[in-house]
């Protein structure tokens, strides 16, 4: 699998070139793997592993020449520009989810496409290492890199700069879809429980990604459903699940409850409402408290059995 290490914006380039001379293997060396040049670049700038590039193609001899690899660099990828929105750690995650879906489709459509890396996997990279939004960009970037040099950039461009402009618009609106609930494992099971019934789906290859970090794969997994959904679809689900949520908490708090059904003066009422906001509990919190420190007489058939034992 592809490392990618934490400079790959400053060997940007190199990389590109790598995936190109992949892309054509079969023109220059059917051996070449990632990583030739940009494993060993200690100390090494961009002019001296550009060097090293031009000197293994002239030996290599093929069809390929160092200059339309070197045009690789600006002619097949998308500027910085363009995704320097992608910053946002939950744009990332969400444009993540697109290229995963987008990759996996293309995979499948060009099954015999021996120029494309195949991999049993769902990505072409080692995430590994994918800690933090800093490190996010640089495997977003890359993987967008790869797909334009593997697959297509005129494929792929306008339909990923488009999702992009809708995610941008989505998160403005949708600020933290899931507010409302507590951030636990019982929530996020029964969140997820939601989910399934009602068709969101749930990708399990972002869930590799982003190990131990449940609650942003289940949030980057909503997003992408609802950018690609019906809003009208989206507010529904929302506003259904606020509810189920809120009905949940109830049936959570009663649990083990009996109704107390009795009459009580609005004297003693409003003293334990009094009571109840100085200590800041419900009133049925209060009357269970007091009911505790309230010792009950003991039965005289235990107190004789007690006396019995302690003169024994």
Not at 232 to 249: G, N, P
């Amino acid at each position: 699998m592809i490392k990618i290490d934490d400079d790959y914006l400053d060997y940007r380039q190199i990389y590109a070139i790598e995936f190109y001379l992949l892309k054509n293997r079969n023109l220059i060396d059917q051996n070449f793997n990632i990583g030739r040049f940009t494993d060993n670049r200690k100390e090494k700038s961009n002019r001296d592993l550009l060097d090293e590039i031009k000197l293994y193609i002239s030996e290599k001899n093929t069809f390929l020449n160092f200059e339309s690899c070197l045009s690789c660099y600006k002619k097949d990828l998308i500027e910085i520009g363009e995704i320097k929105y992608l910053r946002s750690e939950r744009l990332l995650l969400i444009a993540m989810n697109y290229l995963m879906v987008f990759y996996n489709e293309k995979l499948k459509e060009n099954k015999n496409n021996h120029q494309i890396m195949t991999m049993s996997n769902y990505s072409p990279f080692n995430l590994d290492k994918m800690i933090g939004s800093d490190s996010l960009l640089k495997y977003v970037i890359c993987f967008i890199d790869y797909i334009c040099i593997m697959l297509s950039k005129s494929d792929f461009e306008h339909l990923f700069l488009d999702f992009l402009s809708k995610s941008m618009l989505y998160v403005d609106k949708y600020r933290n879809v899931f507010s409302f609930i507590n951030k636990t494992d019982d929530s996020l099971n029964w969140l997820i429980k939601r989910m399934m019934k009602e068709d969101v789906k749930i990708s399990r290859d972002i869930a590799l990604l982003i190990r131990n970090e449940k609650w942003k794969v289940i949030n980057s997994c909503f997003d992408y459903w609802a950018i690609t959904s019906n809003p009208k679809h989206v507010d529904y689900f929302l506003s259904r699940t606020r509810k189920a949520w809120s009905q949940k908490k109830f049936r959570d708090g009663v649990k083990g409850k009996e109704v107390l059904n009795t009459y009580i003066s609005k004297e003693s009422k409003l003293k334990l409402k009094k009571i109840a906001k100085l200590h800041n509990k419900n009133i049925n919190e209060i009357i269970e408290a007091m009911i505790e420190q309230i010792k009950l007489p003991e039965d005289p058939l235990e107190k004789l059995t007690f006396q019995t034992k302690k003169e024994n």
